[in-house]
């Protein structure tokens, strides 16, 4: 590509992410979106928290592995029981943390 059709293409997906983004407060409140997919939206954090954690914990050294030997697997699965069972934040951390250590230390 020369130089040209790169900064054409630095602008243009400038644009088409300002306007896409944009969108929502140039229309203000003329559009409002129904209350079905407002309550839906409110999973859209947690959704892609776990699109981008999940895939992470599924594969150990570089393989898709389900199983006791993948000890990032075993850590989240902790982390997450802790979190359920007492709903603390920075408690889920340090068990998940402390689990993974203990488990690659014991290896």
Known sequence: MSHGQIWIALIGMAVVTI???ALFLMAGEHVSLPDRLQRALRYAPAAAL???ILPDLMTWQGHFTVGLENYKLIAGVAAAA????TRKMLGMIAVGMAVYTALRLLA
């Open 19 to 21: 306007v896409t983004r």
């Open 82 to 85: 802790f979190y359920l069972a």
């Open 50 to 52: 776990a699109a981008i």
